[in-house]
C-alpha cells in the first residue's frame, strides 16, 4: 500500500517535472527568422508611387485614410503618406513614422516627415520571408506581451476558458456542466479544458481522448498554475498554441498565425481578424479559412458573439466585423512557401557558421539580401516565359538568379517553374552543360594575353583537333556554316565556335582554366578543347558568380544571401560584410563587357534586347549546350546580374537554344527591374574608337557597321579608307568580302 | 569556295599593313575619339547608347551623370557617408562599414564611397581589402585626379602598414 502510495507520489511528481521543464525549455525552441532587405526610401530613387503601394502591400499595410496606427498608408495622386511600423536593423534603429513621399518623373523626388521636415532617406520594415524550421516541425514567431492586443487576451478568456483569472487550473464547473451535457446527449459534444489544460496538451502533442490522458493533463496544469502566474501562462499559451498547417510545417502561436493568414503584425489585426485567430483554436484543419471558408467564417461570427455577450465588443463593433471578409492573404501572396529556393540559399550559407539546431530552436533573426519585388518579378517571367512558349515549352523546367554585381547581393532565387514548390531546386542543384556561356572567359583569357584586342581578325574556319586517346575532335558552328576572317567582336557577339576554339587554343586551356578559376568556379574543369566550347556542366548559382565578376569590372565578391545574423536579445552575431577581390584585368574586362554589349546589338542577344525598354544597354551571352538539351542566358547592367535556365530535368533534348528560350525569360526578368542600365566610366588610358565591326579597321562614326570599341593603344588597328559607302570604291568591296558569311 | 580562304587572309594581311603604314604617316585628325552622342554623359560613358537613354535621369534634374559615378541619391549618400565617418572616428568599424555598404546600394559606381571603405578596413587593420577598395575606386576614376590620388595614397598606405 505504502509502495504504491510511494510510486503515486513519484510519478506525480514526474508529471509535474515534466511540464514545468517543458514550459521553461519551450521558450527557446524558436526557429531562425528570415526577412528581407528593407526597402530604402530616399529622393532620387527611381520608382512609381504604384511599386511603393506594391510593396506596403506586400508588407500588410492596409489604407487608412486617418493613418491612425503602424502599418497604414493612403495615397493622394503622386503622394503617397505612410505611418511606418518602425524596427531595429542589425543595431540600427528606424523610428516608427509618419512619411510623406512625393513622387514626380518616375522618382521620388521628396521625402517629409509629420512635421514636414525633409529626409534624405528612410526604410521601411523588412518583409518575414520565412524561417529555418527542421524538415517536419514546428514553426513560430514570438510576440512579446506587449505586442499583444488586450482583445485577444478577452477573446481567449470569453471562448475558451470563462474562469481562467480564478481557477486553479482546471475548471470543475465546466468539467461537471460538460459531463452533463454529454451525459445527456449520449455523445462527447462539449469540452472544458482550461487555456492551461489546453497549453500542457499541446506542450505533448497527444489527442488520445481518455480518462488517463485528461487526468494526467489535469495534474500538469495544476502543477504549472502552482509553479507560474496567470499572465506567464497567458503568454506562453499565445505563443505556443496550434493554429494552422502549412505542408510539413506547423503553424504555431498567435504571432506567426497572424503573419500567415493576414500577413502582418498581431498588433495591427482588426477586430474580425483576430476573432478569425481565435476560430482556429478549436479546430486548425476543420476550420481552415482557405479550405473550408464558410465553416471558418460561421465560427468566427460565432467568436464575435461570445465577446459582445462578455461585453468586450458593443452590438455595433460586433454587427459591423460580422460583415467583415475573411481577409486573408492568397496563398501564393508571398507568405505560404514561397522563397523556398531563396531560403535554401540562406540555409546554406549559414551551415558554414551555425549548427542545424541552433538555427532551428535558437530564435535567431536573419537579416537576408532578398527584394521581394525582384523576386516577384522573376517568378513572374519564368512562369509566364515558359507558358508563352507554348508547345515547346511543355515539361520544361528553367530557373532564375538575379544579384547586385558590385556587392554579389543575391536578390531573387527561382527553382522551378513552380515557385511555392519547395521541391529540388534547380537554381543551386541542377549541374548543366553551359556551352557558350564559357566564350566570355576564353575571350577574357585572350585579352589578358595581349595578343588579342576586339579589332583582332581571326579565321572561323574548320579545324581538327587531335586528342590524347587519338580520336579528331572537329567542332562546327552553331549554323553548320564558316565565315572566314572575323574580327574578335564579332566573333563574341555572334558565338561563332570555330573563332573561339582557334582563339582558345591560342591562349592555351590552362589560361583559360585558370581565368575560369579567377571568376570564380571553385573546382578546376578538365582541360580537354571541348572546354573552349563550355562542356563543363554549372549550376545557375555557379554562372552567376562567374559573370557577377564580369558585371564587378573583374572583382569578384562571393555571392551573399545573407547581411547579418542578430541573436534573440538583438545582439549582431555575425555580418558578412562586403570583400573583394581583383580577380582580372580591370581594362581586359572593361573591354569584354564592351563585346558584350554588341552581343546584344548584333549578336545572338538581339532578339532580348528587342524585348528590354528602348534605349537600356545592357551586357550579355547565350548558351545552348549539345543537342539542344540547356537553353541559358547571362546578362548585367549596372543594376543587376540576370541568369536564365531552361532545361528538362531529364536532360531530353527541347529544341530551345539560349536565345530562344533562357534569353526571352532574362529580358523578362530585366525589363521589369528598371534601373539604370550598363554604362561603366570610361578608362582613361584606354579611349574608344570607332571599328568596323567586320574588318577590325578603325572607320568613322557615321559609317554602317561602325562600333565605338576600347582598343589599347598599343593594338592600335589600320585605317579604312574612307567608309565605304562608295559602292564601287575598294573600302566597299573589301567589306563585301569581309560580309560575305557564304 | 575553301580556297578562297587563305586568299582572303593573305590580302587582310596586306591590307593591313598597308593601312597601318598609311595611318602612322598620315597625322591623325582626331587623336583621342571621345564618345559622341550619349544623352546622360557627354563625353564621359564609353558606350553609345543604341538610342537615347530611356531610364537615364530626365533632363533639367541636377544630378551628376550616371556612369560618371556620381551618386544617384547625393542626399541619401552624404547622410550616410557622414554617419559612416562618425562612426568611423568612434572606432566602431563595423557599423560605419555598414553605413558605407548602405551608402553603396543607392551608387555603386561613385569611387568616394569605395575609397571611404577602403579607408575604414585600412584604420581596422584590413589592409588587403584596403587595398582591393582602393583598386575598385581607381577603376571609376574616370579621370577625376582627386579620386586618382587619394586611391594612390590608399595603395601605398596599405602596402606601408604591411
Known amino acids: 500500500m505504502l509502495a504504491v502510495l510511494a510510486a503515486a507520489v513519484g510519478y506525480g511528481g514526474f508529471l509535474a517535472w515534466s511540464a514545468t521543464s517543458e514550459f521553461e525549455g519551450r521558450r527557446w525552441d524558436i526557429p531562425a527568422k528570415v526577412y528581407a532587405a528593407p526597402m530604402e526610401l530616399y529622393v532620387g530613387r527611381p520608382l512609381e508611387p504604384d511599386d511603393l503601394v506594391a510593396e506596403l502591400r506586400r508588407l500588410g499595410f492596409r489604407a487608412d485614410r486617418t493613418l491612425a496606427a503602424p502599418g497604414t498608408f493612403r495615397v493622394r495622386g503622386s503622394t503617397v503618406e505612410l505611418a511606418t511600423r518602425g524596427f531595429d536593423y542589425a543595431g540600427e534603429t528606424e523610428p516608427p513614422r509618419r512619411l510623406t513621399v512625393t513622387f514626380a518623373d518616375g522618382r521620388i523626388a521628396r521625402l517629409a516627415d509629420a512635421a514636414g521636415g525633409d529626409l534624405a532617406i528612410a526604410r521601411l520594415d523588412p518583409l518575414l520571408i520565412g524561417s529555418l524550421f527542421p524538415a517536419h516541425g514546428e514553426d513560430r514567431l514570438i510576440v512579446a506581451p506587449d505586442e499583444v492586443p488586450p482583445l485577444l487576451i478577452g477573446a481567449l478568456k470569453a471562448v475558451e476558458d470563462r474562469r481562467f483569472d480564478t481557477h486553479m487550473g482546471i475548471d470543475l464547473r465546466a468539467v461537471l456542466r460538460a459531463a452533463w451535457v454529454n451525459l445527456t446527449s449520449g455523445e462527447i459534444r462539449q469540452g472544458a479544458s482550461t487555456l492551461t489544460q489546453q497549453l500542457v496538451r499541446s506542450y505533448f502533442l497527444s489527442n488520445e481522448r481518455s480518462w488517463w490522458r485528461k487526468l494526467r493533463e489535469a495534474f500538469m496544469a495544476l502543477a504549472l498554475e502552482a509553479r507560474y502566474d496567470k499572465d506567464e501562462l497567458l503568454h506562453a499559451y499565445i505563443n505556443e498554441i496550434y493554429l494552422a498547417q502549412d505542408g510539413g510545417r506547423a503553424v504555431h502561436g498567435f504571432g506567426l498565425a497572424s503573419q500567415f493568414y493576414f500577413g502582418k503584425p498581431l498588433s495591427e489585426l482588426e477586430l474580425s481578424e483576430l476573432a478569425l485567430l481565435v476560430a482556429q483554436v478549436r479546430g486548425p484543419t476543420f476550420y481552415d479559412p482557405r479550405r473550408h471558408p464558410d465553416r471558418a467564417l460561421d465560427r468566427r461570427n460565432l467568436v464575435l458573439e461570445q465577446m459582445a455577450a462578455a461585453g468586450l465588443i458593443t452590438e455595433e463593433q460586433r454587427a459591423e466585423a460580422a460583415e467583415a471578409p475573411l481577409g486573408i492573404v492568397a496563398e501564393r501572396d508571398g507568405r505560404r512557401s514561397t522563397h523556398s529556393a531563396f531560403l535554401d540559399l540562406v540555409r546554406r550559407q549559414l551551415a558554414n557558421d551555425y549548427p542545424a539546431d541552433v538555427l532551428e530552436r535558437e530564435g535567431l533573426v536573419v537579416w537576408s539580401t532578398l527584394d521581394p519585388a525582384v523576386q516577384a518579378a522573376a517568378e513572374r517571367a519564368l512562369t509566364e516565359g515558359l507558358d508563352a512558349l507554348g508547345d515547346a515549352g511543355a515539361g520544361l523546367e528553367g530557373a532564375v538568379i538575379v544579384t547586385t554585381p558590385h556587392s554579389g547581393e543575391v536578390r531573387a532565387v527561382v527553382g522551378g517553374r513552380d515557385p511555392s514548390f519547395a521541391g529540388f531546386n534547380r537554381a543551386l542543384d541542377a549541374r548543366r552543360q553551359i556551352g557558350s556561356l564559357i566564350k566570355p572567359v576564353v575571350y577574357l583569357a585572350a585579352l589578358e594575353s595581349g595578343k588579342f584586342s576586339l579589332a583582332s581578325v581571326v579565321d572561323d574556319a574548320p579545324i581538327d583537333i587531335e586528342l590524347e586517346d587519338g580520336r579528331v575532335w572537329s567542332p562546327s558552328n552553331f549554323d553548320d556554316q564558316t565565315h572566314g576572317p572575323v574580327t574578335v567582336v564579332r566573333a563574341l557577339a555572334e558565338s561563332l565556335n570555330l573563332a573561339s576554339v582557334r582563339v582558345g587554343l591560342e591562349v592555351g586551356l590552362e589560361a583559360v582554366a585558370n581565368t575560369l578559376g579567377r571568376l570564380g568556379l571553385p573546382r578546376r574543369p578538365p582541360l580537354y578543347p571541348s572546354l573552349l566550347l563550355g562542356s563543363i556542366e554549372l549550376t545557375p548559382l555557379e554562372v552567376a558568380q562567374i559573370y557577377n565578376t564580369l558585371a564587378n569590372g573583374g572583382f569578384r565578391v562571393p555571392l551573399n544571401a545573407v547581411r547579418a545574423v542578430v541573436d534573440a536579445q538583438g545582439e549582431v552575431l555575425k555580418r558578412y560584410p562586403l570583400e573583394i577581390e581583383q580577380a582580372a584585368d580591370a581594362d581586359a574586362v572593361y573591354t569584354l563587357n564592351h563585346a558584350l554589349v554588341q552581343v546584344m546589338r548584333r549578336g545572338t542577344g538581339r532578339g532580348a534586347q528587342a524585348l528590354l525598354p528602348a534605349g537600356l544597354t545592357a551586357a550579355g551571352k547565350t548558351g545552348t549546350s549539345d543537342g539542344y538539351r540547356d537553353s541559358w542566358f547571362a546578362g548585367f547592367t549596372n543594376g543587376h546580374l540576370v541568369v536564365t535556365w531552361v532545361g528538362a530535368d531529364d536532360n531530353r533534348p527541347t529544341g530551345l537554344t539560349g536565345s530562344t528560350g533562357a534569353a526571352r525569360i532574362w529580358a523578362r526578368t530585366l525589363a521589369s527591374l528598371g534601373g539604370p542600365g550598363y554604362s561603366p566610366p570610361e578608362i582613361e588610358d584606354l579611349p574608344s574608337r570607332w571599328i568596323d565591326y567586320y574588318t577590325g579597321v578603325r572607320t568613322r562614326e557615321r559609317c554602317p557597321d561602325a562600333v565605338l570599341l576600347p582598343v589599347p593603344n598599343d593594338a592600335r588597328p589600320p585605317r579604312a579608307f574612307g567608309c565605304g559607302d562608295d559602292a564601287s570604291g575598294f573600302g566597299a568591296r573589301m567589306r563585301r568580302w569581309f560580309r560575305n558569311d557564304r | ?162
Do not use: F
Open chain 2, 1 to 162: 569556295m575553301v580556297s578562297q580562304r587563305p586568299l582572303r587572309l593573305v590580302t587582310l594581311t596586306a591590307l593591313a599593313a598597308l593601312a597601318a603604314g598609311c595611318a602612322s604617316l598620315a597625322p591623325e585628325s582626331a587623336p583621342s575619339p571621345q564618345p559622341r552622342g550619349d544623352a546622360g554623359a557627354p563625353g564621359r560613358a564609353a558606350l553609345p547608347p543604341p538610342a537615347p537613354e530611356a531610364e537615364q535621369a530626365p533632363p533639367g534634374r541636377a544630378e551628376p551623370p550616371p556612369g560618371r559615378g556620381g551618386p544617384a541619391a547625393p542626399a541619401a549618400s552624404a547622410q550616410l557617408l557622414q554617419q559612416a565617418r562618425t562612426e568611423r572616428a568612434a572606432g566602431r568599424y563595423a557599423a560605419a562599414a555598414s553605413a558605407v555598404e548602405r551608402a553603396l546600394r543607392l551608387a555603386p559606381n561613385d569611387p568616394e564611397l569605395w575609397l571611404e571603405l577602403g579607408e575604414i578596413h585600412l584604420a581596422d587593420g584590413n589592409r588587403r581589402q584596403a587595398e582591393m577598395m582602393a583598386r575598385k575606386a581607381l577603376t571609376l576614376a574616370a579621370g577625376d585626379g582627386a579620386v586618382e590620388s587619394r586611391a594612390q595614397r590608399l595603395i601605398r598606405a596599405a602596402a606601408a602598414s604591411r
